[in-house]
């Protein structure tokens, strides 16, 4: 099948899951058995007479089946996720990826449900029992008294921090349920519910080799003595401080992060003729080594193993952590700055760039070096469940260009992808700049900037000499202290923050204005080929290709709200299931392949703060949910008028509707429509919240035209320390309302040009090249 992969991606033997099992971090037995006990009632086994109702209620999803895919749909209704080593591989993703107070709250909550006291606190008279001793524990509890307790839990307020803790424990679950693969990278549940992984059809490829090759330095794969060697080989200059354990290393620039910031940066200074060292404390991988399961992809290829949310758990954030970085596993759309966004930055924010020729000539080199394209041989089942819906309404639908070639059909890019046709940074720039003689080194984190006192008379007090940064393999155990002329941060709008607060910076814009892009998700069910139009499953073909804009206003139009299409695993999908009871997960999960969702993405005006790394905080402004609220509406007309039989929203209530294929009445939709509304996530009081998540991170180091205004000035350098530049999407000064892969490489080309004269300024030409042999258009 051709999923040989990476070996951080690989498979672990069984041997290898039972010592992880091991590591639990001190989950008791008593602690197990009430998880256990959760993770039975959150997915049941129930009776071959519920399957059997699900497929007669299914509306043709169980039309046609063999004999064994109905044995393949009995056996989904029969399991159960308290089956090993489900509960298991749940603990340990809490232990390994949930944030400390997570974990302190859900140990908490087991604890209590392991004694009888806790059980009858917390359970009240659903726990008392016949015989002695009258009280059970919540494992001891009959199954449909636990799923009554649950469901009690999500819709009280004043149960908040039970709630929250029970949510944690049903979206974990329910991921490691869905997302995890055996040694044959195969998962029992999926036949039923419509899902197989991809098999690539012509694997007698030659092979390309690995782009980065030559520039690469994978720490995670060497030892000291290794890597001591290898940065000499890459043409570093390194000395060794034996007594100190520290290996001191000259570049002229050192650049933190590879994605669609550090990724152009690296190529334009490179190809200035600079020395580059690039640090990235993921890992490096190429299509041939990507396998397209989500779960090992999430866990490798993104921040926090894609179990990343905020403080009160109302939003959850995907971030790439990889060469390539956001760029490796984004949707592919590649949308220019809108000319309005662009106006408010120059003129209400008062930096030039956005307002000059230079930034529109610079979206077209990006353009051109990633190889956006225009065209789409072939849409998806989502996205021409999205086109026919507004056709068929008479709304405006628009293609979105990407950078990929006219026929790509990939439905899991987001997971790195197997075919190298997407143009991510680790494609195009990061290949660019290794030809021109930068190093990378993946498996490589920084810890701290070094300052020293700026020169007197200088405008800024600090000047930046380098950054300090350990090997994220235990097995190395020297600093690398890398002394550069300039630094540049692109490590992300989460990232920077917290890189730059704990390197002792203060400008109060580090860490603040945190835009997110807050995204809502409207569902709708189309039966088994209901329509010879809207064919295919959801998680095939290319994943963005439609939009849709809710716009008001006519003479001066205002963008309210973006209208998508996602890219959805199993696990992810049953993570932002509403749960209502054992039956409805699973009824639903039996859906999933032609359940079709659509993205509702607003240009935030709230804002949130990220000081320390891991720790995200933020909060919708009134007009944000006015305008998701829009979507959400537009959205259900959408797929109702494109033949949905069933909609809704992920809502905590399960809000939903029969519509029988687009027949419902006018009456019913709007009355239907009036009760779509977006609240806040698990903290807030009562029971309808929204389940938010976030694809785009931006604006925490802001460009101002003063410190005042900005973390870093127009040409990115930090207001505090000279010869510190950021170059990610936390310069952009407020949300970009679309898709921003475009905007951070366009903003980024620019920045780095000036970084590059900035050097030349300072003499540092270190590499020199001739002039005429530089282009960044990738020739």
């Known amino acids: 099948m051709g999923r040989e992969c990476h070996p951080s991606l690989k498979r672990m033997s069984r041997g290898e899951r039972e010592k992880r099992f091991l590591f639990r971090r001190g989950f008791s037995s008593w602690e197990m058995e009430a998880l256990v006990a959760v993770c039975d009632t959150v997915f049941p086994p129930l009776s071959r007479g519920a399957s059997a109702s699900a497929a007669a209620g299914a509306g043709g999803e169980f039309e046609g089946r063999t004999d064994r895919e109905d044995e393949a749909v009995r056996f989904f209704y029969e399991s159960s996720a308290s089956q090993a080593p489900v509960p298991h591989e749940t603990a340990e993703l809490l232990s390994r990826r949930g944030l400390l107070v997570a974990v302190i709250l859900v140990r908490a909550l087991l604890w209590a449900l392991s004694t009888r006291l806790g059980t009858l606190l917390l359970c009240g008279s659903l726990c008392v029992g016949g015989r002695w001793p009258y009280v059970n524990t919540f494992a001891a509890m ?159 290829l993104y921040e926090s193993g894609g179990i990343l949310a905020t403080c009160t758990g109302n939003m959850v954030i995907l971030a790439g952590s990889t060469v390539g970085g956001g760029s490796a596993v984004n949707w592919s759309a590649s949308i220019r700055t809108p000319d309005t966004v662009l106006q408010e930055w120059a003129e209400k924010h008062g930096i030039e760039l956005f307002g000059s020729k230079e930034y529109v000539s610079a979206m077209d080199i990006v353009c051109k070096r990633i190889g956006v394209t225009d065209r789409c041989v072939e849409e998806s089942f989502q996205n021409k469940v999205l086109r026919e819906g507004c056709e068929k309404l008479g709304l405006e639908i628009n293609s979105v260009p990407r950078n990929s070639s006219e026929g790509h059909f990939c439905g899991s890019c987001g997971y790195g992808c197997r075919k190298g046709d997407k143009q991510g940074t680790d494609c195009t720039w990061l290949v660019d700049a290794v030809n021109r003689g930068a190093v990378i080194l993946s498996g490589c984190k920084a810890e701290q900037l070094v300052f020293e006192t700026n020169l007197p008379g200088r405008v800024r007090r600090k000047k930046c000499i380098g950054v300090r940064a350990k090997s994220m393999n235990s097995d190395i155990e020297n600093v690398l202290q890398f002394e550069a002329n300039v630094t540049v941060s692109a490590c992300g709008a989460l990232l920077t923050p917290p890189l730059l607060i704990s390197s002792g910076l203060k400008n109060k814009h580090i860490g603040r204005n945190l835009r997110l892009h807050p995204v809502a998700m409207a569902w709708g069910h189309f039966p088994q080929e209901s329509s010879l139009q809207l064919s295919g499953k959801s998680y095939q073909g290319g994943i963005i290709t439609s939009i849709h804009k809710i716009v008001e206003g006519d003479s001066n139009p205002n963008v309210r709200a973006i209208i998508e299409t996602p890219l959805l695993g199993p696990g992810s999908f049953a993570v932002i299931c509403p749960w209502e009871s054992g039956l409805d997960i699973k009824d639903r999960m039996t859906k999933y392949a032609r359940t079709a969702l659509l993205v509702t993405i607003v240009r ?116 505090e320390a000279e010869g510190l530049f950021v170059c990610d999407a936390s310069v952009l000064p407020t949300a970009v309302g679309v898709n921003p892969m475009i905007t951070i490489e366009s903003t980024a080309y620019c920045i780095a040009r000036r970084i590059a004269e900035y050097l030349s300024a300072q003499g540092s030409l270190k590499s020199p090249r001739s002039r005429s042999d530089i282009s960044m258009n990738g020739k």
């Open 142 to 300: 009959g199954s449909d008294r636990r799923e009554k307790v649950l469901g009690g839990w999500l819709r009280h307020g004043y149960l908040t921090p039970i709630r929250v803790a029970f949510m944690y424990l049903k979206v974990l679950c329910l991921y490691v349920l869905f997302s995890r693969v055996d040694e044959k990278g195969e998962n029992p549940l999926w036949k039923a519910i419509g899902y197989q992984v991809e098999e690539l059809e012509d694997m007698s490829k030659p092979e390309k080799g690995r782009p980065l090759e030559k520039g690469i330095i994978e720490t995670t794969y060497s030892s000291d003595a290794d890597l001591l060697q290898s940065l000499k080989q890459k043409g570093l200059e390194v000395t060794q401080d034996c007594e100190n354990k520290i290996y001191k290393i000259k570049c002229d620039a050192v650049i933190v992060g590879s994605g669609c910031g550090g990724g152009v940066a690296a190529a334009v200074l490179a190809g200035s003729g600079y020395k580059v060292v690039v640090l990235e404390k993921g890992n490096y991988y190429t299509s041939k080594d990507y396998s397209s399961l989500e779960g090992p992809a999430m866990d490798h």
């Open 604 to 719: 935030d005006r709230g804002s949130g703060k990220v000081t320390r790394e891991g720790i995200i905080s933020y909060k919708l402004d009134s007009v944000d949910k006015e305008n998701l609220n829009a979507g959400l509406r537009q959205s259900i007309r959408i797929l109702i008028a494109a033949g949905a039989d069933e909609v809704g929203i992920h809502r905590s209530d399960g809000l939903r509707m029969k519509c029988r294929g687009g027949t419902a009445s006018e009456d019913q939709v709007e009355e239907f429509l009036d009760r779509v509304s977006v609240e806040d996530g698990p903290l807030a009081i009562g029971e309808k919240w929204l389940h938010l998540t976030s694809a785009h991170q931006m604006g925490s180091c802001r460009m101002g035209i003063n410190e005042k205004e900005g973390a870093v000035d127009e040409n990115g350098e930090s207001w």
